[in-house]
């Protein structure tokens, strides 16, 4: 299992980079320490492969275009393929800690349009009105998931068998959640659409964010109009097109002070918001001090881990 630290993502996208998933056995198990993010949250994204999470220690937040679950130590879930999500660690004073199963459906589906795929996969996997699964213990049925979530974890990863016993184990799970699912899957849902209009224009402020923006062009680059953008951005990531391009950017500095040692100045214009002065003065605003004392802060805090 590998600590993971941060996010990357492919070029021009908000979809994360996986970089240890191979196609011959397309999973990979992590320990995601939130609070060594920058800022203790990951940034809106998404994946096409599911992702299983249990929570270790602390409280993290999943936000989706649906809404917003907490989830304590001891519970955990199940977020669906390509749903954009982001997360957030609700306290700076304990560790928060998940423990995260990510793999492609195909490594339990088996022969694409196989009647396992047909009959058990993709009656959830394609459920875009399924963003996330909630599982808490309290529920023995969720219980009962989570236990099998964590055992998952344990498989000896190098023993004989240890990629038929992990198959079996994540088949078990998938089963349980596809009965869990089911009066759900029966809603109807709107979103996909949405979720595919909202990811052009996450992937468009993905690449001009250091140019200046406007939300026509943001709209076009989605083929809307700019009454149907803020309300894209509304349903989904309930906030406005420009308060998302602020925040994407604010996000960016973020990187650029924890990660090298341009000068503030350049870091001002590099990520889009502009001249020193009011690069301070939002800076503050989002993070609570000012772009020195955060660079301070993440490169000494990185320089106590090494």
């Not at 198990?29 to 990951?42: C, K, P, W």
């Not at 800690?97 to 196989?114: K, M, N, P, R, Y």
């Not at 939002?282 to 802060?297: D, H, I, L, M, N």
Request: charged share 20%; with cysteine; net charge neutral.
């Amino acid at each position: 299992m590998k600590n993971i630290r941060s996010i990357a993502f492919h070029t021009g996208s908000r979809e994360e980079l996986l970089p240890d998933f191979n196609k011959d056995f397309p999973y990979i198990a992590s320990r995601a320490q939130i609070d060594h993010y920058a800022g203790r949250f990951v940034p809106w994204h998404w994946h096409r492969a599911v992702e299983l999470f249990y929570m270790e220690s602390g409280t993290l937040t999943y936000h989706t275009p649906g809404g917003k679950i907490s989830f304590p130590a001891g519970s955990g879930g199940f977020v669906n393929s390509n749903i954009l999500h982001m997360t957030k660690s609700l306290s700076q004073a304990e560790n928060t800690i998940a423990l995260v199963h990510l793999f492609d459906t195909s490594l339990i589906a088996g022969e694409q349009g196989c009647r396992i795929e047909r009959k058990y996969i993709t009656p959830l996997a394609a459920a875009s009105q399924i963003e996330i699964i909630p599982l808490f213990p309290e529920d023995p049925e969720a219980k009962h998931i989570l236990d099998l979530i964590l055992s998952a974890f344990y498989i000896p990863g190098d023993t004989f068998g240890c990629e038929i016993r992990l198959r079996q184990a994540l088949s078990e799970i998938w089963l349980a959640l596809l009965e869990r699912s089911h009066s759900v899957r029966l809603q109807n849902s709107i979103s996909g659409r949405h979720n595919d209009k909202i990811k052009q224009m996450m992937v468009y402020i993905h690449e001009h964010y250091p140019e200046k923006i406007s939300v026509s062009q943001l709209a076009e680059a989605a083929y809307l109009s700019e009454r149907e953008c803020f309300r894209v951005f509304h349903d989904c990531l309930h906030t406005t097109p420009v308060d998302y391009m602020k925040s994407y950017r604010l996000q960016a500095a973020c990187r650029m002070l924890a990660d090298g040692r341009e000068p503030i100045t350049a870091i001002g214009h590099a990520c889009g918001i502009g001249s020193s002065s009011y690069f301070g003065k939002v800076f503050r605003e989002y993070a609570g001090c000012s772009p020195s004392e955060y660079r301070q802060k993440w490169q000494d805090c990185d320089n106590t881990r090494q």
